[in-house]
């Protein structure tokens, strides 16, 4: 099984902060990444796929990178909405798919 | 539009059984890969089971066995059928969408998730 560990558990920063975000992979996974965003109550939303794609809609201020074990989450300037839990998954060891146990960025 | 509606949600006692509904709309269940995703109250995400177009299904080792995917074409709906039921089998159930990017995938619409609780 590819274990995802996701770092910082929690970050705090203040609207308009850079936000990183790392998900390292237990081995390889290519380029096989997913990025999610989550905020309570509701369902996960796609941000990025296939480690660097902004889903329909995302704004550029999200970015992805990496490639192999580790995956960067980069939100160039905090807006007020984008406070939230954001989880990574792995999809290279099709057809199981596993989940880091997220990130939580919080208003500093 | 596409839509996803969970149902069928509620509270079993232990080593019972419950079936989701997942009533997709916007596209066809049939031509997709379609998955349950499910979340313990205040914790990570979990993957469960998958079915491919093709019919294909596969689960997580905490639910093999227990756990069966299953979908009707004619009335476009997803299902998940649970039995021997267990505490921590409690969470919000998601069904889920997948689509795929040069062989990459992902999942790009949710449901709203139903809470299964499980307790006596």
């Known amino acids: 099984e590819i274990v995802l560990t996701q770092s910082p558990a929690t970050l705090s920063l203040s609207p308009g902060e850079r936000a990183t975000l790392s998900c390292r992979a237990s081995q390889s996974v290519s380029s096989s990444l997913v990025w999610y965003q989550q905020k309570p109550g509701q369902a996960p939303r796609l941000l990025i796929y296939a480690a660097s794609n902004r889903a329909t809609g995302i704004p550029a201020r999200f970015s992805g990178n990496g490639s192999g074990r580790d995956f960067t989450l980069t939100i160039s300037s905090l807006e007020p909405e984008d406070f939230a839990v954001y989880f990574c998954?792995?999809?290279?060891?099709?057809?199981?798919?596993?989940f880091g146990g997220g990130t939580k960025v919080e208003t500093k | 539009e596409v839509q996803l509606v969970e149902s069928g949600g509620g509270l079993i006692q232990p080593g019972g059984s419950l079936r989701l509904s997942c009533a997709a709309s916007?596209?066809?269940?049939?031509?997709?890969?379609m998955s349950w995703v499910r979340q313990a109250p205040g914790k990570g995400l979990e993957w469960v089971s998958v079915?491919?177009?093709?019919?294909?299904?596969y689960y997580a080792d905490s639910v093999k066995g227990r756990f069966t995917i299953s979908r009707d074409i004619s009335k476009n709906t997803l299902y998940l059928q649970m039995h021997s039921l267990r505490a921590e089998d409690t969470a919000v159930y998601y069904c889920?969408?997948?689509?795929?990017?040069?062989?990459?995938?992902?999942?790009?619409?949710w449901g709203q998730g139903t809470l299964d609780t499980v307790s006596s």
């Open positions: 889920a969408r997948d689509l795929y990017y040069d062989s990459n995938g992902y999942t790009d619409s």
């Open positions: 079915i491919y177009s093709g019919g294909s299904a």
């Open positions: 916007g596209f066809a269940v049939g031509d997709n890969y």
């Open positions: 998954q792995q999809r290279s060891n099709w057809p199981l798919r596993t």
